[in-house]
């Protein structure tokens, strides 16, 4: 491939978006989507990750979210999270701006210092879908009885993870973003989930420089894209340092 594999160094005026995906968490122990034969966690997502799963058998779907929330209790973020905390607070030094967005329902990026946009929802809330209610935390993860809502007393809570079929969150935030991007990577994601997977032609669309980690080419790779072949936890750090130091 002809395109460098460096950014930088950034200055001010530039603008760092970065969207990561399940991949970025695998090396810190949990199981990203569509490995292993397309099943999550032995599930088809479809059948844990939809409201129509939820209306018609809430006791599994309650179940496999209160399981995915103990699990983070389990695990820790890794060098991949590590290095873009690092780059956000030099990006803040230097007057370059940066915006971390996630489709990961993990906190590893909180954890790890960082200010995120986690668009298809996060693990450790509950939301009310009698009053609207967030609650957040991980202390309640009895699997088999619903919590009720500390605002209302409903027994209404639900996962706050975006199903398919529902609207990510903070979409507007996402739109300003992309649209001063100089510098686009995309890490641990397979690029087949809308509209999370459109961001990167938007980045080339606004000429930024476009860079990609995974495992594997994602579905939405394209030919100028610079791909950054590997494990997040090995490839960020070195691509955080390419932006830094050029
Ligand atoms: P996927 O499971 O679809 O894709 C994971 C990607 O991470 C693949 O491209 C792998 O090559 C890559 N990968 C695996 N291990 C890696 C590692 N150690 N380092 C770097 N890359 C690695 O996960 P997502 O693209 O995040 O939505 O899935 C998108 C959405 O589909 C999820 O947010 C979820 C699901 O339905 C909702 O829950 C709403």
């Avoid at 971390?100 to 939301?127: C, E, Y």
């Avoid at 610079?226 to 130091?245: D, H, K, M, N, T």
Wanted: hydrophobic share 40%.
């Amino acid at each position: 491939m002809s395109h460098s594999t460096s950014t930088g160094p950034l200055g001010p005026g530039d603008h760092v978006v970065v969207l990561t995906g399940a991949g970025i968490s695998a090396d810190s122990g949990l199981a990203t989507f569509r490995g292993g034969g397309g099943l999550w966690e032995g599930h088809r997502v479809e059948d844990v990750a939809t409201p129509e799963a939820w209306a018609r058998d809430p006791a599994t779907v309650w179940r496999f979210y209160q399981l995915r929330r103990a699990a983070l209790l389990e695990v820790e973020p890794n060098a991949g999270h590590r290095a873009l905390f690092e780059l956000e607070s030099a990006a803040s030094e230097r007057g370059v701006g940066f915006t971390l967005i996630t489709q990961n329902v993990d906190d590893l990026h909180q954890r790890a210092g960082s200010t995120v946009i986690p668009m298809h929802g996060q693990l450790q809330r509950l939301r009310c879908e009698t009053c609207g209610h967030f609650q957040d935390g991980l202390e309640y993860l009895d699997t088999e009885t619903f919590l009720p809502c500390s605002q209302c007393g409903d027994p209404s809570l639900r996962p706050d993870i975006v199903w398919f079929g529902e609207m990510p969150y903070d979409l507007d935030a996402i739109e300003v973003a992309m649209s001063s991007v100089t510098h686009f990577l995309a890490s641990g994601t397979s690029g087949a989930v809308y509209p999370a997977s459109g961001l990167l032609s938007a980045a080339r669309s606004v000429g930024a420089q476009t860079f990609v980690n995974a495992l594997d080419a994602p579905e939405n790779l394209g030919h100028k894209d610079v791909f950054l072949e590997g494990s997040a936890s090995q490839v960020l750090p070195q691509w955080v340092a390419s932006c830094l130091r050029g």
